[in-house]
Every structure is written in C-alpha cells, then in structure tokens.
C-alpha cells in the first residue's frame, strides 16, 4: 500500500540517522512515522521506538515493520504529552508544527537530537524558525539525490526530489 504523501527516500534515513547519532536505550520518536521506514532503520539502534500518524492505515504500516515500537493514531499535539522523555526524534509530518513543536521541546531530554526531513522550503524555514526561537537550531540541509539510468549505451542520472533537512539539538 502506498500513502499520500511524499516518501522519505532510503538514502535521506541514512542521512537523518548519522545526524541523529542514535545510541541504544534511547527514546526515538518518529512524527508522521507513515510507512514505518525511518522507525524501522532507528530500531537497529535502539529498542525504544514511538511513532505518531495522523493516518490509522500508517500506523498499522509502521506496527508490522516494527511489532515492538508503539505506534499512536491521532494528532502530535495531544499525544507528546503523554510519552516518555524523548532522546531523538525525526520530523516527517509537519501538520500543526508550530503548536506541537514547543511541546516536542518540553517533553525532550538535554541533548535531544532533532531532524525534520522536508520537500518544501516554506515549511523547512518555518522549523527552522521554531527551532531559532527555542534556541535549538543547527543547521539546514539541501539534499539531492540522482539515480541512474541507462540513455544511449551510457549512463545518465535523473534526479529525485531534492529535500531539505533541518537539524537541531535542545
């Protein structure tokens, strides 16, 4: 099954992951955690994996990728409160950021690493706007990734959608 929305693509995970230097033990928690994929690659490192969607059908995706993680159905702002303290956290759904965002800061643990991985650059200056204003912000990202493809017994490359990625730390 494939959900609306834009896919984070496999080689955007790796990047997301070395940033957020997950270590075992650690609290992960996946917003707008849709196909499971990024909890998935996060629970090699950790066992300790949270995801929210807004989609019921995303949470039942990212369940059978991870059987041990807890997945949540609802809205981030109403379920954060109510998870443990949060080590590191990857942003894919960024419905409603601007009110569930400070209470991601609140429920983060000193040190918490932050990604939010964007295809538009509107909402990744927002974030990264947020993250300025609650002092966490690190860096911002462009990522462009080209596959390639056989063109006239040569090799071409096509290029996917180029991604920013916004990187904090509380």
Same mark, same amino acid.
């Given at each position: 099954m494939k959900?609306p929305?834009?896919?984070?693509?496999? !080689? /955007?995970i790796y990047?997301?992951l070395g940033?957020?230097?997950? %270590?075992?033990?650690?609290?992960f928690?996946?917003?707008?955690?849709?196909s499971g994929? +990024?909890?998935?690659?996060?629970?090699r490192?950790?066992?300790?994996?949270? $995801?929210?969607?807004?989609?019921q059908e995303?949470v @039942?995706?990212?369940?059978?990728?991870?059987?041990?993680g807890?997945?949540?159905?609802? @809205?981030a702002v109403?379920?954060?409160?109510d998870l443990?303290?949060?080590?590191?956290?990857f942003?894919?759904?960024?419905?409603d950021i601007e009110?569930?965002?400070?209470l991601l800061v609140e429920s983060?643990?000193? @040190?918490c690493?932050? +990604?939010? /991985?964007?295809a538009r650059?509107?909402?990744?200056a927002t #974030?990264a706007r947020?993250? %300025?204003e609650q002092g966490?912000? !690190? !860096?911002? #990202?462009?990522i $462009?990734?080209?596959?390639?493809y056989d063109?006239a017994g040569?090799?071409?490359?096509?290029p @996917?959608n180029? #991604?920013f990625? +916004?990187?904090?730390r509380?």
């Amino acid at each position: 099954m494939k959900l609306p929305g834009t896919a984070t693509q496999p !080689e /955007n995970i790796y990047i997301a992951l070395g940033k957020l230097d997950i %270590k075992p033990g650690m609290t992960f928690l996946d917003l707008g955690c849709g196909s499971g994929a +990024v909890s998935l690659a996060a629970s090699r490192f950790t066992e300790k994996i949270y $995801g929210i969607d807004r989609r019921q059908e995303a949470v @039942e995706m990212s369940k059978a990728k991870v059987p041990s993680g807890t997945f949540l159905c609802g @809205e981030a702002v109403d379920l954060i409160p109510d998870l443990p303290e949060i080590d590191r956290c990857f942003i894919g759904g960024t419905r409603d950021i601007e009110t569930f965002f400070p209470l991601l800061v609140e429920s983060a643990a000193p @040190e918490c690493m932050m +990604v939010a /991985n964007l295809a538009r650059m509107g909402v990744a200056a927002t #974030i990264a706007r947020l993250m %300025k204003e609650q002092g966490t912000f !690190e !860096e911002l #990202i462009q990522i $462009g990734i080209s596959r390639g493809y056989d063109l006239a017994g040569d090799i071409a490359l096509r290029p @996917e959608n180029p #991604i920013f990625m +916004v990187v904090g730390r509380c």
